[in-house]
C-alpha cells in the first residue's frame, strides 16, 4: 500500500513538474497578444493555412492570437515587418520559405538578408505547384498536352500567378523544348474563366487554390513540381515521373526576429511540431494536398540558406526580371 501510494506520488510529482515547465515557458514571453502575420490576402490559401495554425496555437500558449494581413511587393512588406519587430516572441511570421528565398533573387534590393533578420523556429509542411487544364479540355495526361502545345508552338499560353508557378511554367517549357507563352495574373482565381475558355491551354498554380477546385471538379491536375509523389495525395503524379524533370518543392514555416530569445525559439518550435504531430493536422494539410514537415530550428534556417542557392538558378531559368 505504501509502495502504490509512493508511486502515486511520485507520478503526479512528475506531471505537476512538466505542467509547471510548460507553463514557465510560456510566461517567458512577455504579457500581450500575439501576431501571426501573414503575407498574403485574408482569404487566400495561405490565409486559411495561417489561421488554421492560430487557432491550434492559441490553448497551447494560452493567450489570444492575432492573424494579421500584410500583403504586397511579393512578400516583402510582411517579411520587413517582422525583421523590424521587437524579438520578444509576439511576432510570429508564417510564409513559405520558397517564396522568401526567391526575393532575394528577384528584387534589385531585398529589403533584408532574411538570412541575417529572421530565425526560423518551425518548419510546416511540404507542398508543390501543379500542372492544371480545365476538365472540359481532352488531355489526360502531360504527354498529351505536351504534344499538342509543340504543335501550337508559340500560340500556346499559360497562366501563373506567383513565382513558383512562373518557374515552373519556365522548367517545363525548357525541359519539354515548348514556346508556349506566360501570362500573369494577379490572383490564381483571375485565371479561371481564362482556362475555361481556352485563353489559355494551362496553369501552374498553387495547391492551396488548386485543390479546392479539383475537388468541385474545375480544374485537372496533369503533374505536381516536387520530385516524389506526396503521400497526401499519391495519386497525383509528378513531372519528372511523366519525363520532365524538376524538383521544386514549397515549404511553410514559422519565423521570428532573428534576435529572439533561443528559448523562445525553442518553446515555439515544441508548440508546431506538437500541432504537426496531430492526426486532425495532417488531414487539415492533405486537403491542400501537402505533408507535414517536422524539423529543428536549425535544420530549418539551414533549408532556408539552401533555398536561397537553389533559386539563383530558378530565377535565371525562368528570365524573371528583377524588380525594385
Known sequence: MRIATWAASLIAAVALGGGASSISHAQQLPEGDIKLIAAFPAGSG????????????????????????????????????????????????????SSMAANMHIFRKPPVDVTKALQAVATINKQAFMLVVHPDKP???????????????????????????????????????????????????????????????????????TMGQVNNNRLRVLGIASGERQKSNPELPTMREQGVDMDLNGWFAAFVPSATPRATVDQFNKWFNQILSSEETQKFLAQFASDPLISTPDEAQARLIQEIDAWGEYVRIANIEKQG
Open 46 to 97: 495561405s490565409d486559411i493555412v495561417v489561421r488554421y495554425f492560430a487557432d491550434k496555437l492559441k490553448p497551447l500558449a494560452n493567450r489570444t492570437i492575432i492573424v494579421e494581413n500584410k500583403p504586397g511587393a511579393g512578400g516583402n512588406i510582411a517579411t520587413e515587418f517582422v525583421a523590424r519587430a521587437k524579438p520578444d516572441g509576439l511576432t510570429v511570421y508564417l510564409h513559405t520559405g
Open 139 to 209: 488531355w489526360k495526361t502531360l504527354a498529351e498536352l505536351t504534344a499538342y502545345l509543340k504543335e501550337k508552338g508559340d500560340k500556346g499560353t499559360y497562366g501563373y500567378s506567383a513565382t513558383s508557378g512562373n518557374v515552373m511554367g519556365a522548367l517545363y517549357k525548357e525541359r519539354a523544348k515548348l514556346a508556349s507563352v506566360p501570362v500573369a495574373y494577379k490572383m490564381a482565381s483571375d485565371s479561371m474563366n481564362d482556362l475555361a475558355s481556352g485563353a489559355i491551354d494551362y496553369g501552374l498554380l498553387d495547391p492551396q487554390f
